[in-house]
């Protein structure tokens, strides 16, 4: 790996309780700059917002590290070949085969059944004089996009509980290798026998349309499908929890701001858009790796280094947005990083955008009065180097 004369910093297991304060020191030296993550990997952090941009959009950095492959009955072979993994023209073939079912038009004739799946939660944690404390993330964040994506998919939202535990373990920093092993395993046999089952008895749902343009059309392979069955699962779920959680922790800690948003329910779009932009539901990217040596913000990248886009830290980023530490829900905050940038830019932003607007609102509208039930310092992250969600957040409800 290159430049020696960057020393690199490492990491330590408290960048996951407050990533933002790390990248603005790392931006305020060098907006691309070598540190070594909790886990042990080396990496090109990238914190400027323009440098950030200019990487997502780049084709020289591969979503392939050069030279590795995984052994082909593995199970990291089986979940490997999604979309997010892929570089053109695998990517874009990949893409349009669920493009369509993801765009804003098609996503908001789903608005009746996210309003009628926040409903029910919304009845659940009202009921009964004896909850005066839920755990909002638990009781309303996690089931409300887990069930729209289990039931567009056609996975059965009884099976939700089980995929929380492996999907949290995939993406976590450091889970012991054998724990890892024990869940992408279960997760890949889980897939591969709803498909069998799918094979034997169709139904009107993705996972049915893509058996056929597997099997009829021969547009993907079977690892192709059953890795997209996979990402489609785990980026439907493991993103929008954290930004209906983290978000309304973020209002809660800026009454102000919530008391706006309250008096006015015309700026829940704008609010969103704001939220995403403050709690970076996807704190960074996913690894790309440089396919040709490269010069990025100052810093000269070798062939094979691994890059890490630092959304969180390009959406604070003080070149690009004014008092960036700072949540103002009537700001324009277009131009956040927030669902990435280039050709990954993320597929089901718009579900994102109707989920969370729908959830906040819902919840806004029910409670009158919403607070905190735990001191805020005592609330903890995730260790993910890719998600920033809370482990949990328990608050009191009261109409
Ligand atoms: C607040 C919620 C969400 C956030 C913040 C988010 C963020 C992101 C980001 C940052 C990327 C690009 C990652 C990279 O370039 O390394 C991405 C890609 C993707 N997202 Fe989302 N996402 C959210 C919700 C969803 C939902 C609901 C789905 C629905 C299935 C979804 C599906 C995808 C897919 C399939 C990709 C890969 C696109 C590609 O490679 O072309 N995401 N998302």
Not at 133 to 138: G, I, K, P, R, S
Not at 170 to 199: C, G, N, S, W
Not at 230 to 238: I, K, P, S, Y
Request: hydrophobic residues 45%.
């Amino acid at each position: 790996m290159s430049a020696p004369h960057i020393a690199a910093e490492r990491l330590g297991a408290d960048y996951f309780q407050d990533p933002y304060s790390v990248h603005a020191r790392l931006r305020a030296q060098r907006p691309v700059t070598r540190v070594i993550m909790p886990g042990g990997t080396p990496v090109w952090m990238i914190t400027g917002y323009t440098e950030a941009r200019a990487a997502l959009a780049d084709p020289r950095l591969s979503k392939r590290w050069p030279g590795w492959h995984p052994e082909p009955d593995s199970i990291i072979a089986t979940m490997d070949l999604h979309m997010l993994n892929t570089d053109p023209p695998d990517h874009g073939r990949l893409r349009r085969l669920v493009n369509k079912a993801f765009t804003a038009r098609q996503v908001e004739r789903l608005r009746p059944r996210i309003t009628a799946i926040t409903a029910g939660l919304l009845d659940d944690m009202s009921a009964g004089p004896d909850r005066p404390e839920v755990d909002l993330l638990a009781s309303f964040a996690f089931p409300l996009p887990i069930t729209v994506i289990c039931e567009l998919l056609g996975v059965p939202p009884a099976d939700r509980d089980d995929f929380r535990v492996w999907s949290a373990t995939i993406v976590a920093d450091t889970p012991a290798p054998e724990v890892f092993q024990a869940h992408a395993t279960a997760m890949a046999r889980y897939f591969m026998a709803l498909l069998a089952a799918k094979r034997q008895q169709p139904r009107d749902d993705m996972l049915s349309a893509l058996l056929a343009a597997r099997d009829d059309e021969d547009r993907l392979s079977e690892n192709e499908l059953v890795s997209m069955a996979f990402l489609l699962l785990v980026a439907g779920h493991e993103t929008t929890v954290n930004l209906i959680a983290s978000g309304m922790l973020a209002l809660l800690l800026n009454p102000a701001e919530l008391a706006r948003l309250r008096a006015d329910p015309a700026l829940t779009g704008g609010a969103v858009e704001e939220l995403l932009r403050y709690v970076n539901p996807v704190s960074n990217a996913t690894f790309r790796f440089a396919a040709e040596p490269l010069e990025l913000g100052g810093a000269r990248i070798a062939l094979g280094d691994p890059v890490l886009v630092s959304l969180s830290g390009a959406n604070r980023d003080p070149a690009r947005f004014g008092h960036p530490d700072g949540l103002d829900v009537g700001r324009d905050s277009s131009g956040h990083l927030a669902f990435g940038h280039g050709i990954h830019y993320c597929l089901g932003a718009p579900l994102a955008r109707l989920e969370a607007g729908i959830a906040i609102s819902g919840l806004l509208a029910r409670f009158g009065s919403i607070s905190l039930a735990v001191p805020a310092a005592s609330l903890r992250w995730r260790p993910s180097t890719l998600i920033h969600g809370l482990e949990a957040l328990p608050v009191r409800l009261a109409p």
